[in-house]
């Protein structure tokens, strides 16, 4: 049994759009085990944006699971979906009850997911997941059922659009970002409200680095802009929340020397393009499998305190109400390892 046997093959990921980019190391491994096979993603709308920069995807199809693919008349429709593609394998490193009843309504010859997807039993073949394995690890390893399965790194093959690339240039121009001195952009956005830092402490942060003559630029949604906006005022930084979309912001990440984020979908965006990133962690923890992996890329937190990490994503508040994993982290800490790593790195 290859991977090449299959002529057309859908991974499933409908997660969050973070969980969608750590597939993507896995649509390319398909790509080189089955070079002439199409590949299909079924992803959220919002990850669709990131699944058309990868060059290992032939076709898109978005799942929306909160308006017209809703509920089980939404799955059926999906489903048949699948069949016109005449999809005759599916991959699911997706774990809900949806994306087993839709491996199942395909109508693939065979369905391959994790022992601990709902309903398994469902699927042809199942893998073990390992909770302590990074997710990058652990759906690579939903190939194991395959015979001769070319080894594959953590890398995926980008490709930007010439209008993408192009705006991310004008924004360079427009803000004078030029050669000289590093280029870091910060992401205090994070759709757990205790994921973030403190915004105080970014507009710190922000501050002492513009000291330096960093070039400071701040990413992320629209909802983020009024953070950003403090952070702005404090420190001179460059605020670009909600005027780049996701591949904009990947490809200026490609152009960066350091992100510095949260504990969400910008620290793999970064990992995409291989930009150094600091990454804060406050309830979570990087041995949950989600941390970022590149050579000079760091992970910080307060480890001496003993009631963190407490929860998998983050929560609303903190369940203690001092929320001391994000308050006593400090800024001149986050700067020192923001020093260490572009000493190492930035060459003039």
């Not at 984020?261 to 499998?289: K, M, Q, R, W």
Request: hydrophobic residues 40%; charged residues 25%; aromatic residues 6%.
């Amino acid at each position: 049994m290859r991977l090449s046997d299959y002529k057309s093959i859908a991974v499933i990921q409908t997660a969050f759009l973070g969980d969608f980019v750590l597939s993507l190391p896995l649509f390319q491994s398909i790509r080189n085990n089955a070079p002439d096979s199409k590949i299909t993603a079924v992803c959220t709308p919002v990850s669709s944006q990131t699944a058309s920069l990868a060059m290992a995807i032939d076709e898109i199809i978005p799942y929306d699971k909160r308006n017209q693919h809703k509920g089980y008349a939404g799955i059926k429709l999906l489903a048949e979906e699948l069949k016109k593609q005449e999809v005759d394998l599916i991959i699911s490193p997706h774990r809900s009850l949806r994306t087993t009843l839709l491996a199942k309504m395909s109508g693939a010859k065979l369905s391959v997911g994790f022992d601990k997807n709902t309903l398994s039993i469902l699927y042809s073949k199942t893998v073990t997941y390992h909770k302590t394995e990074h997710e990058i690890d652990r759906n690579l390893s939903l190939l194991s059922v395959f015979e001769n399965v070319k080894g594959s790194n953590r890398k995926t093959e980008l490709k930007f659009s010439s209008e993408d690339a192009g705006s991310v240039q004008l924004i360079l121009d427009k803000y004078n970002i030029v050669d000289g001195n590093p280029i870091v952009i910060l992401a205090p956005g994070s759709v757990w409200a205790t994921k973030k830092w403190k915004i105080e402490h970014f507009a710190s942060l922000a501050a002492l680095l513009t000291e330096k003559e960093y070039q400071v630029l701040i990413i992320g949604a629209k909802d983020d802009k009024e953070d950003a906006e403090i952070i702005s005022r404090a420190s001179g930084a460059i605020n670009l929340c909600g005027e780049t979309s996701i591949p904009q912001s990947i490809c200026l990440l490609s152009r960066s020397d350091l992100l510095i984020t949260n504990d969400s979908a910008p620290t793999h965006f970064a990992g995409l393009v291989e930009c150094p990133t600091i990454t804060i962690y406050g309830p979570t923890a990087p041995e949950f499998g989600f941390a970022p992996v590149g050579k000079y890329d760091r992970s910080i937190a307060l480890e001496d305190l003993k009631c963190r990490p407490c929860a998998i994503h983050g929560q609303k508040k903190c369940p203690l109400k001092h929320f001391d994993c994000m308050n006593k982290l400090t800024p001149e800490t986050v700067f020192t390892n923001a020093e260490e790593i572009l000493n190492l790195t930035y060459k003039k």
